[in-house]
């Protein structure tokens, strides 16, 4: 079955190799069918594979090999949100580990040029709250160097710390275990 929306990628020609990174990072991706040009085409030759058909983390995408005309930009981002530290740790360091590059705010790009945007659900839970709890959570989110993820900012830490009690109710609840957001997640 063909799927009504589908998300088409631009790639430079390593699609394929893209959508196997995904599938084996991403939990619910998969690759699926793979298409080679029956003739020449602008970018590439009779035979080049031509569009990959994958899903990341459920949602499903199609990889076109165009070549380097449209390169990838931040005006696109896959955002996943990440329910403890070790979730976010394991995305962040395999995509920039894999050629990628860390940004600013919990940004990160691929080797192929995708933006990331690996989220913590207890950021998303403060900004929900609005207020002073939003405003914390914004500012200490934006002090993000694009050297660390968003767990290892200090000063989220910190803010989370202050909140401790007011997003309690919307996160499972359970004691602090060291220096991270975890215990605000389990």
Same mark, same amino acid.
């Given at each position: 079955?063909?799927?009504?929306? *589908?998300?088409?990628?631009?790639y430079d020609n390593d699609a394929e190799a893209a959508a196997r990174f995904y599938a084996e990072? &991403?939990?619910?991706? %998969?690759?699926?069918?793979?298409? /080679?040009?029956?003739?020449?085409?602008?970018?590439?030759?009779?035979?080049?594979?031509? $569009?990959v058909e994958f899903t990341v983390c459920g949602v499903p995408c199609i990889g076109l090999n165009?070549?380097? #005309?449209?390169?990838?930009?931040?005006? &696109?981002? &896959?955002?996943? %949100?990440?329910?403890?530290?070790?979730? *976010?740790?394991?995305?962040?360091?395999?995509?920039?580990?894999?050629?990628?590059? %860390?940004? !600013?705010?919990?940004?990160?790009?691929?080797?192929?040029?995708?933006?990331?945007?690996? $989220?913590? /659900?207890?950021? @998303? $839970? !403060?900004?929900?709250?609005g207020g002073d709890v939003a405003k914390r959570a914004f500012e200490a989110m934006m002090t *993000?160097?694009?050297?660390?993820? #968003?767990?290892?900012? @200090?000063?989220?830490?910190?803010?989370?710390? $202050?909140?401790?009690?007011? #997003?309690?109710?919307?996160?499972?609840?359970?004691?602090? /275990?060291?220096?991270?957001?975890?215990?605000?997640?389990?």
């Amino acid at each position: 079955m063909v799927n009504k929306n *589908t998300i088409c990628l631009w790639y430079d020609n390593d699609a394929e190799a893209a959508a196997r990174f995904y599938a084996e990072t &991403f939990p619910d991706s %998969a690759i699926g069918a793979v298409h /080679r040009a029956p003739s020449d085409f602008p970018g590439g030759k009779k035979g080049n594979v031509l $569009t990959v058909e994958f899903t990341v983390c459920g949602v499903p995408c199609i990889g076109l090999n165009g070549g380097p #005309i449209f390169p990838q930009s931040e005006a &696109f981002s &896959f955002q996943i %949100a990440t329910d403890d530290q070790a979730e *976010t740790d394991r995305y962040w360091n395999a995509i920039v580990g894999n050629g990628g590059a %860390a940004s !600013a705010c919990g940004w990160c790009k691929d080797k192929w040029g995708l933006n990331w945007q690996i $989220t913590p /659900r207890v950021l @998303t $839970t !403060a900004m929900s709250k609005g207020g002073d709890v939003a405003k914390r959570a914004f500012e200490a989110m934006m002090t *993000t160097d694009g050297e660390h993820s #968003i767990f290892e900012a @200090t000063t989220i830490i910190e803010y989370l710390e $202050t909140l401790r009690d007011e #997003i309690r109710p919307a996160c499972r609840p359970g004691p602090r /275990r060291g220096p991270s957001m975890a215990w605000i997640l389990e």
